[in-house]
């Protein structure tokens, strides 16, 4: 304090009229009153700050729903399609097995003979199918691929084919021998056909000189008749002679048609037969390759790569009927999701799309970390429960890693279980604390 403030303090001390020791108080109160002052300052000032960041600050709203972890793919029941006397067991419970594993064999002996039997019809159809083709297009049948099994399905084949080309032989030879007796008729009438024009030109020529000799006196009437009667015939004979050739082409050509169309006819008889064996035979195959299915059925393999679970007790030697169930198998391939159970008075704020914090209760939380994943299905009512349990709605979440945190070797296997915290929305700190006071308002000054 400099030389001017202390002589001021002093004359104002000289001037004052109070005793030294009030004044003395009166500063320190002074002094007093101003640091409260100061304090309920920056306690206001910080308040304010905190109610201030309240409005802005938020904090996430989730719902916890407990839930197991399920496989992706749906659990494949292992059935034998055939059935049949169970005669081995390859795998045994919780055993892992890959895509076509063999987990089971069963005999049916019924099935091979059913084979057999179609292979059997389906080559004596072939063999038929064959012959009638030949026949169709006038060939010799090619059997050449089944004598050596099918030997008397062959030799019957080629005595009907012979039948039915002496049948067709036979129903064509009265109209072959009628044509060659109009080609012979024909041939025959050709061959006088010079004779007679010849002839014809001669008495035309005779008729002239006859008529040149009766005009000059000295041939007798008489005899221009007999020559004209001579004239006439000849040309008679001649006409008919041409007429014949035509008449004996036009029937030669109607008997060629009459044998066309027997041998059509034959023709277009064996290709239908050969049409409908066909069919036949497409009919056959099918059966074939479903009798080849159930054959292989009989090995009963993995569809998918999982776990086995409740292999079938029956024993060894045991008929199971088509459609038993040998096992099931959980698959694991494509990952697992989570299948849990969400409040009632939680639902109404769970939406498909939301992301989900994923806790697996084998991975402690606070070591291993959790799985992020995404809700994905929401049941549409409520699961029913019993009296002791409260209504919940079961929900899927789609996890996006199969395993727990950052470590590959934590994998989460289906049967698992754990928590699932669904981000519901978010709310500002400033309507957290101001929550109780909303209720309180809502239910108090209500009693009666």
């Known amino acids: 304090m400099d030389a001017r403030a202390g002589k001021s303090i002093a004359v104002a001390i000289a001037e004052e009229r109070r005793p030294i020791a009030q004044i003395g ?7 007093v009153t101003r640091g409260v002052r100061l304090l309920l300052i920056g306690v206001v000032g910080v308040v304010a700050t905190l109610v201030i960041l309240s409005l802005f600050v938020k904090i996430e709203e989730v719902a916890r729903a407990r839930g197991e972890f399920v496989p992706v793919g749906r659990i494949q029941v292992i059935q034998t399609a055939e059935g049949g006397a169970l005669e081995s067991v390859l795998v045994r419970n919780d055993q892992q097995v890959q895509r076509g594993d063999l987990i089971a064999k069963f005999r049916n002996a019924n099935l091979m003979s059913d084979l057999a039997r179609t292979q059997s019809r389906m080559a004596y159809l072939e063999i038929q199918i064959e012959r009638l083709g030949a026949f169709a297009s006038d060939r010799p049948p090619n059997f050449v691929r089944f004598k050596e099994q099918y030997g008397g399905m062959v030799e019957e084949a080629e005595e009907l084919n012979a039948q039915l080309v002496r049948q067709r032989s036979s129903n064509m030879e009265q109209t072959d021998r009628q044509i060659d ?21 001669a008495t035309r020529d005779l008729l002239a000189r006859t008529r040149e000799g009766v005009r000059q006196g000295v041939i007798a009437m008489n005899r221009l008749a007999q020559v004209e009667e001579q004239a006439a015939q000849s040309e008679r004979t001649y006409t008919q002679l041409v007429t014949s050739l035509d008449q004996h082409g036009a029937r030669i050509k109607s008997l060629e048609a009459e044998r066309a169309v027997i041998w059509a006819k034959a023709a277009s008889d064996a290709r239908t037969q050969r049409s409908d064996l066909m069919a036949q035979l497409d009919e056959l195959k099918a059966t074939q390759a479903a009798y080849e299915s159930r054959s292989v059925d009989i090995e009963v393999k993995a569809p998918v790569t999982g776990i086995v679970q409740k292999i079938s007790e029956t024993p060894i030697g045991t008929v199971i009927p088509p459609g038993g169930t040998v096992c099931e198998i959980v698959p694991t391939e494509g990952g697992v999701l989570m299948k849990a159970r969400v409040a009632s008075r939680d639902i109404g704020f769970v939406q498909v799309g939301q992301d989900v914090v994923v806790k697996s209760d084998a991975f402690d939380y606070g070591r291993f970390g959790s799985v992020a994943g995404k809700l994905v299905r929401i049941a549409p009512s409520s699961a029913p429960t019993d009296n002791t349990q409260a209504p919940y709605f079961m929900v899927e979440i789609e996890l996006d890693q199969p395993y727990v945190g950052t470590n590959p070797t934590h994998v989460l296997t289906p049967g698992m279980t754990g928590e699932a915290v669904i981000l519901t929305g978010r709310k500002t700190l400033f309507q957290y604390v101001l929550k109780p006071i909303y209720l309180t308002l809502d239910t108090a000054l209500h009693e009666r």
């Open 181 to 201: 007796e109009e080609k012979w008729a024909l041939a025959a009438a050709q061959s006088e056909i010079p004779a007679a024009k010849s002839s014809l030109n």
């Open 25 to 31: 108080s009166d500063i320190e109160y002074t002094r």
